[in-house]
């Protein structure tokens, strides 16, 4: 159970850090973006190594890619941020699944 209260904090400790970066003025520019999307593929690749890839982490990336296209690098970095979140804690979440199973 202590294992299931580890992973509930780290969700929310993510949470509470994407909402609190999202309060910031930064104006994020394409350098900072192509900053995020590199850290949010690296993310999405050890989850998916894991066998553990979180559904809708490449729907976001590809938002990410239209608001950068768009001119949006806030947006986009905002986006990319969220998927390399949901990569890191797809990751979380296999390493604390991975010996689960039925118990007896």
Known sequence: MHHATTLTAAIL???LAASCAGNSTHVATQS???KALADAKAAILEARKA????RDSGKILKQADKAAKAGDFT???K???KAMRQGQI???QSEHEKNAGPRM
Request: glycine share 6%; proline share 0%.
């Open 75 to 77: 947006k986009a970095v």
């Open 79 to 81: 986006l990319a941020n």
């Open 32 to 34: 900072d973006y192509n």
């Open 51 to 54: 066998h553990y890839e979180w």
């Open 90 to 92: 797809a990751l979380a």
């Open 13 to 15: 400790a993510g949470l």
